[in-house]
């Protein structure tokens, strides 16, 4: 197995969705919601796992997409306001890849291989063995750790 784990944001460590009118603000091009999206889970857990699996060889990515039909300069906008929340988030982690790419594309090509936590079915179906579902993250990562 290759040893890379891969994380999409909206929906599996970012609470994007619970964001009031997350849909309008998308629709209006306007980053609120990414900015200010909740966190998913224990990210104190979270990042000593992380970090502990970097030591051990791993490699820790984002592979998150942009705002569905978003103009080029929406999606600009996107991708930064995903890497400032990841770095106000989780700062400890030094991420070895973050990739924000266009709404749609593949993530399995993008990313090649290693482990997929994303809470959208067709992102994991697409991925094949290796993906799981947000609510698996901890117990992922700490059997990772225990190999």
Known sequence: MT???WFDMDGTIANLYEVEGWLDYLM???VFPYAHAGTLGNFSLLARLLNR???KGWKIGIISWTSKNGS???NLA???AKRAWLARHLPS???DEIKVVRYGTNKRITCGGGILFDDEIGNRETWGEGAYTPDKIIE???A???I
């Open 3 to 5: 040893k890379e784990i």
């Open 28 to 30: 209006r091009e306007d």
């Open 53 to 55: 699996l970097q030591a």
């Open 72 to 74: 080029e300069s929406y």
């Open 78 to 80: 996107v991708e930064m």
């Open 93 to 95: 982690v030094e991420w």
């Open 140 to 142: 992922i990562l700490k």
């Open 144 to 146: 990772l750790y225990q």
